[in-house]
């Protein structure tokens, strides 16, 4: 099997990728409108797959929040929450409506008094409102609604038009997110994030080149749902409410089938991306968070890993990386998180660092990291940098346990949840 080392050293990083010595810029806060993010360290969304079956936070969501809110990251951006049952990825993904906001609310009062008690400040923490189109499993077996059939993925076996959502069923949803917007801000949350990744609904609707009607085809219909959201929330929130969005910059397929393609595989033409951004920022989004590719079809080109067969992991994040830097360049008012740092151990924060002083991104986002070392931001603003023993293997094993409709985190180092699994795999 293929193998990429985690880097160790400076010398072990292509010289494309930044790369900061000195880790002090993590520690700056950054304004973002009225409020203030207090460490440039963001603690990516990680569906934790744990909620209730209403979809309330539970008692593994808590303690994994409040793992990460000891943790010490100046941003949670917390997980994958659906907006209308129908739209759930698994029956325990959470989901915010009347019947659970309160659960919500409590879970958002005790991230931010723990991260305050532990570390002195409290975070800002964005809620992740999303769709999951393609990949709902709200009873957990596939209830796709998709956008259009894509012969990539159906061949020659299409989704029966049942599973493709009418314009009728679009025009309804903008009011949804707004809704969900609402109960997020009741809840205590200080933003949403209206997400367009991984292809979930909004983000298969960006490259819905082939579909007919009012949500395919052109650039103003394929991002015509995405923008009502945005118009919709920003009108049912109050002024000071983050309105944010992490959005694909690049699917990793070839027009017709993905955005972003320029015609050279795994080389992403980023200016629709730095059109969507600037049209964003336009419609009063400040905190845009950059990814790529499909967690479900191309990983690779989603989470850089030791186990990459297609391309060097480093490609990948090179690549993620220039559509952080593509994406802040063009909506020059926006803070811009960047992904798929997790591969890259300790050095995640040298190249953090070094993107932020370049003036790359603003933030830098950790994802699997988190699950396997929930302290990073902490060690990093005590000045101790990222120690190495508890870092994300890249292994894998935390979104096996999510596809096994298990509770996904680290079996390495999570040794309290995982006692049993870790003995089981390692005798
Ligand atoms: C178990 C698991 C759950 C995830 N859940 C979400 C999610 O809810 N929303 C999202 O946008 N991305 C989600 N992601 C993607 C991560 O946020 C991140 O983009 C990806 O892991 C790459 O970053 P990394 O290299 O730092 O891990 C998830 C990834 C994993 C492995």
Redesign the pocket.
């Known amino acids: 099997m293929n193998t990429w080392k985690r880097p160790m050293r400076r010398e072990d990083l292509p010289a494309s990728l930044p790369f900061g010595e000195n880790l002090e810029i993590l520690k700056m806060p950054l304004a973002l409108g009225k409020k203030t993010i207090p460490n440039r360290i963001c603690y990516?969304?990680?569906?934790?797959?744990d909620g209730t079956a209403t979809g309330a936070p539970d008692e593994l969501t808590h303690r994994r929040y409040l793992r990460f809110a000891k943790g010490g990251a100046g941003l949670i951006?917390f997980?994958?929450t659906a907006i209308v049952p129908e739209g759930r990825a698994n029956p325990r993904q959470m989901y915010l409506s009347e019947e659970t906001a309160d659960v919500f609310a409590a879970l958002v009062r005790d991230i931010k008094s723990v991260c305050l008690a532990e570390n002195g400040y409290e975070p800002v923490v964005i809620c992740?409102l999303?769709h999951s189109g393609r990949w709902s499993k709200p009873q957990g077996t596939p209830a796709p609604l998709i956008a259009y059939n894509k012969p990539i993925f159906e061949g020659d076996d299409p989704l029966p038009a049942s599973c493709i959502v009418s314009d009728d069923y679009l025009d309804g949803l903008a009011k949804k997110y707004a809704l969900s917007a609402k109960l997020a801000q009741r809840a205590g949350f200080d933003g949403v994030?209206i997400?367009a990744?991984?292809g979930y609904l909004l983000s298969e609707l960006l490259n819905a080149y082939t579909r007919e009607g009012r949500y395919g085809g052109s650039y103003e219909n394929r991002t015509r749902l995405f923008f009502s959201a945005v118009e919709a929330v920003k009108k049912a929130c109050s002024p000071d409410f983050i309105l944010a969005s992490?959005f694909n910059a690049y699917d990793g397929y070839a027009y017709p089938y993905g955005m972003g393609d320029s015609g050279t595989p795994g080389v992403p033409d980023l200016t629709e991306a730095a059109r969507i951004a600037s049209d964003l920022a336009a419609r009063g989004v400040t905190l845009l968070?950059v990814?790529m590719g499909c967690?479900y079809t191309n990983h690779e080109v989603?989470?850089?890993?030791s186990f990459a067969k297609e391309e060097a992991p480093y490609r990948s994040?090179e690549r993620?990386l220039a559509g952080a830097e593509a994406v802040t360049k063009a909506a020059p008012g926006t803070q811009v998180v960047c992904?798929?740092?997790?591969?890259m151990g300790t050095l995640?924060a040298n190249v953090a660092a070094g993107g932020i002083e370049e003036g790359k991104f603003s933030l830098a986002?950790?994802?699997?990291?988190?699950?396997s070392y929930p302290d990073l931001a902490r060690d990093i603003v005590k000045g101790e940098g990222m120690k190495p023993g508890k870092l994300?293997l890249?292994c894998?094993k935390?979104?096996e346990?999510?596809r096994a409709k298990q509770t996904?985190?680290c079996v390495i180092y999570d040794r309290e949840l995982y006692t049993a699994l870790y003995n089981e795999i390692h005798g």
Not at 365 to 371: D, I, K, W
């Open positions: 990516q969304p990680m569906e934790g797959c951006w997980e994958a992740q999303t994030d997400k990744c991984h992490r968070n990814t967690p989603n989470r850089p890993t994040i993620m992904s798929g740092l997790s591969f995640g986002g950790f994802g699997r990291q988190t699950f994300c890249t894998g935390c979104t346990l999510m996904p985190g």
